[in-house]
């Protein structure tokens, strides 16, 4: 399949759980991450094209908040090397301003 992202992912060097905000059920963890979009190693496959509202957990090191929310939409999601783990990736849809801030502040300080 062509590569159709515009902006280049990095790989995600911390690890940063991330929680379904309606359901509260861990989705899994940012193992790539981009200005755009996220993928996350998940333990299910997720059905595309579905909206989340995704809750990144976060640390004092990293900001003042508890938290961030952002809603964001499935792309695909495959299959990992290891078994029962897959790929998922997501496109972010909706977030807010303060939020996008402390979103690409991580990813300039733990992308590679």
Known sequence: MPE?????????????????????E????????????????TMAALPIN????LRVELTPELADLPFIVFLARTKWSN??????????GFQIIEILPEDRDVFLSIVKKYSS
């Open 50 to 53: 579905k909206d989340y509202y």
């Open 79 to 88: 299959v990992g090397n290891i078994p029962n783990l897959f790929h998922t």
């Open 4 to 24: 159709r992202r515009t902006t280049p992912r990095k790989k995600f060097s911390y690890y940063m759980r991330v929680v379904d905000d309606d359901t509260q």
């Open 26 to 41: 861990t989705l899994g963890h940012m193992v790539e991450v981009s200005e755009q979009g996220v993928q996350l190693d």
